[in-house]
């Protein structure tokens, strides 16, 4: 088989060495406030200046067979570029994608933000503006030969649907990790797929290797001036659209640096006033952290939920370029990006992937960092290759991004009536419950972990003084990624008991109606006339939601129990938990 021959071999013959050249970094090492541009040390590439020079164009560094040839004028000028992007030949496959406002996010921050949709593409994504201007442009001889690229997604379905269009061949290298949805698309447009290497570093490696052994030209995903110029044509098209009416800024996500560096290159010749910011992930920071330091830095480690900007080093070309123009780079946490794809849906009725919504998510930050009121922003929307099995964990932390939900661990005291006593005094009928986990425990006190819904800061210290005022303990969990993305699915777990397990115990699903005071008004008729010994509730949007419900009912109360549910059935629905099912929650539960 194809992709296992080639994974061997590259074990053996193609480690990663060009992180040896460079200082490593840690994402952690840069701290910047929230929607605040990072540290920008100028390099020593292009003055904006440069833009203005009657210059020739130059052909620059190019890459063929896997290896950087220089021209003797080295990289091309800031003029040079203008013209690439000028000439570049994206439209023979690419599509001038519309420029949408966004009215609902638009209202919500008090400015007008602009989408610019590249997710509207026919690959849904960008990158096919850079790699088909890329291998237009080889002449009859390179075109024959193929192409050969290293990409796990969005790169990989641009470079096939290139190949496609002008008859090559195309060798595609994707991580043995990469998602079957995404080798499925790029074989359906024609190309073969080679699955090699654990990280994309080793696969690029591969593929590079590849392109030597079989002259094949390697068509870099961002570090190349025609990759970068077929990307500036995106920043072209936004200043046509926006006619006289500019914005005061340009949001790109950043990953290698290649729409950044083409956008940039191209808007600073044309109307340098229009501020160009890059956003990262704060966990992905590998252009902020490079143009902090002067120079390019190798991440020892990468977040990868936005897995279309994670990358470990940027470009050596793209970071010239926007070492010299770029006005600086904000950064931006998961749930924030989250927030931003709802946002984009709430608006749109699209789904962007995590990369294409970065930009949305860096405009909102700053906006709300700078205080600005009554301007215009516009914010690539990058791509929507989104997994659909990434969706349920966007969802859950959307609203964390957005600031309208709390996550909190509250201590309350192990007796019956505590949990309606909790709810009653502490959270009340006002703010929408949006989660409840709690597991009995033998011991005196016992902790709940929920979220609530909140609009302002003021109903956060309102309820957080509450349950001071009451004698609850509580720790706000909201900021801390670890407890969003693994301790709120621990919490309810066995039953701490001095027996190993609690007498009397049933468990129900109950069908929750979704609306204010519901919740009060269940535990009103439950407790403290029967102990709750487990309570697992997630709000799903849904007009009801299913709560898993343990009480402590002993057999002389059932027929008072029952008569208690059928008052309680109009608005709440009760199932038993029984047979095979009840016996696995026990096994798990205690």
């Excluded at 006289?244 to 290159?265: D, H, K, M, S, T």
């Excluded at 930009?359 to 009554?374: E, L, P, R």
């Amino acid at each position: 088989m194809e992709c296992a021959r080639g994974t061997r071999a590259a074990r053996r013959t193609w480690k990663v060495r060009a992180s040896a050249t460079r200082p490593s970094a840690s994402p952690d090492d840069l701290r910047v406030k929230p929607g605040a541009l990072a540290p920008l040390v100028r390099g020593r590439g292009l003055a904006q200046s440069d833009a203005f020079r009657a210059a020739q164009p130059c052909e620059g560094q190019v890459e063929r067979n896997g290896d950087k040839e220089a021209c003797e004028r080295g990289p091309p000028s800031l003029e040079g570029y203008l013209r690439r992007v000028l000439c570049s030949q994206v439209y023979d496959v690419a599509r001038e994608s519309e420029l949408d406002l966004l009215p609902r996010l638009s209202e919500s921050v008090g400015n007008e933000l602009w989408l610019k949709r590249e997710d509207c593409q026919p690959v849904f994504s960008f990158k096919l503006r850079g790699a088909y201007n890329k291998m237009v442009r080889m002449d009859a001889e390179a075109r024959k030969n193929g192409v050969v690229c290293s990409s796990a997604g969005n790169h990989a379905q641009g470079v096939a649907m290139a190949a496609a269009k002008l008859g090559c061949s195309a060798v595609i290298c994707m991580p043995v990790t990469t998602p079957d949805i995404k080798v499925t698309n790029v074989k359906r447009l024609g190309a073969e797929v080679v699955l090699v290497g654990e990280t994309y570093d080793e696969c690029q490696a591969y593929a590079k290797q590849r392109g030597r052994e079989d002259g094949r030209t390697f068509v870099h995903p961002f570090d190349d001036p025609d990759v970068i110029a077929g990307q500036g044509t995106v920043g072209m098209e936004i200043l046509r659209q926006c006619g006289n009416r500019l914005p005061e800024a340009i949001f790109v996500p950043v990953g290698g640096g290649g729409l950044i560096a083409g956008i940039a290159a191209y808007v600073k010749a044309v109307r340098p006033e229009i501020k160009v910011i890059g956003v990262e992930p704060v966990g992905a920071n590998a252009m902020a952290l490079s143009l902090s330091k002067g120079e390019r830095v190798y991440l020892d480690k990468v977040d990868g939920f936005a897995d279309g900007v994670a990358v470990r080093e940027v470009g050596e070309e793209t970071f010239r370029v926007a070492s010299s123009l770029l006005d600086g780079v904000v950064l931006v946490r998961n749930d924030e990006i989250c927030a931003a794809i709802k946002d984009v849906f709430n608006d749109t009725r699209s789904v962007l992937e995590p990369a294409g919504a970065l930009a949305v998510a860096g405009a909102k930050a700053y906006i709300q960092h700078a205080k600005c009121k009554g301007c215009r922003f516009v914010a690539i929307g990058s791509g929507a290759n989104m997994n659909f099995d990434r969706l349920r964990y966007v969802s859950e932390l959307a609203d964390i991004g957005a600031h309208r939900e709390v996550v909190l661990a509250t201590t309350i005291p192990e007796e019956r009536g505590s949990f309606l006593k909790f709810v009653d005094t502490a959270v009340g009928s006002e703010l929408p419950v949006t989660e409840f986990r709690y597991r009995f425990a033998a011991d005196m006190k016992a902790t709940i972990l929920y979220g609530v819904g909140i609009r302002t800061e003021v109903e956060l210290s309102v309820l957080l003084q509450n349950l001071e005022e009451a004698g609850m303990t509580s720790t706000n969990l909201t900021n801390s990624e670890p407890a969003m993305e693994h301790l709120r699915y621990l919490v309810g777990g066995r039953a701490r008991t001095f027996t190993g397990n609690v007498p009397d115990e049933r468990l129900y699903v109950v069908q929750f109606p979704e609306r204010a005071g519901a919740l009060k008004r269940f535990l009103e008729a439950i407790s403290p006339r029967w102990n709750i010994t487990l309570f697992h509730y997630r709000a799903t949007g849904n007009m009801k939601s299913s709560v898993l419900l343990g009480l402590q009912v002993p057999d002389a109360d059932l027929e008072e129990f029952h008569a208690v549910t059928q008052q309680l059935d109009t608005l709440y629905s009760f199932s038993k938990i029984e047979g095979s099912t009840a016996d696995a929650f026990h096994m798990l539960l205690g």
